[in-house]
């Protein structure tokens, strides 16, 4: 579903000249339709620059979390869900704990220590 909704934007953009402000942390998404990237941590944007400059070549470690993690999810892919588990609602907070789970995100990490602003 992500990809077919990605796949529409894209396609508006190039027929319209189209511009979108997106706010992420998947930054394989952002790759796939940003011609720029501007990565804010601590509300400081800390990096910005063409998309395939910040991919490919992070000057943070904010940045570099990012972009490893992104590599990471589509080497991976989503993660198995076993048949026998009960459904959960989602939630904003549930959803990123399991993330930062599935990424090997530490706490620390998660609040941002140990990064210089």
């Known amino acids: 579903m992500q990809a077919a909704v990605l796949e529409v934007l894209a396609d508006q ?3 319209t000249g189209t511009s979108y402000l997106f706010i992420s942390h998947d930054l394989a998404v952002v790759g796939h339709l ?15 620059g063409p998309a395939s ?29 076993p048949t ?3 459904a959960r609602p989602g939630g904003c907070l549930e959803d990123h704990l399991d ?17 210089a602003a």
């Open 13 to 15: 953009r190039d027929r």
């Open 34 to 48: 940003a011609d720029r990237i501007a990565v804010m941590y601590r509300g400081v944007i800390v990096e910005q």
């Open 53 to 81: 400059d910040v991919l490919r070549g992070p000057s943070h470690p904010y940045t570099a979390l990012l972009v490893e993690s992104a590599s990471r999810l589509v080497a991976a892919g989503p993660p198995a869900t």
């Open 84 to 86: 026998n588990a009960p």
């Open 99 to 115: 993330a930062r789970a599935y990424l090997g995100i530490t706490p620390a990490q998660a609040r941002g220590e140990g990064f």
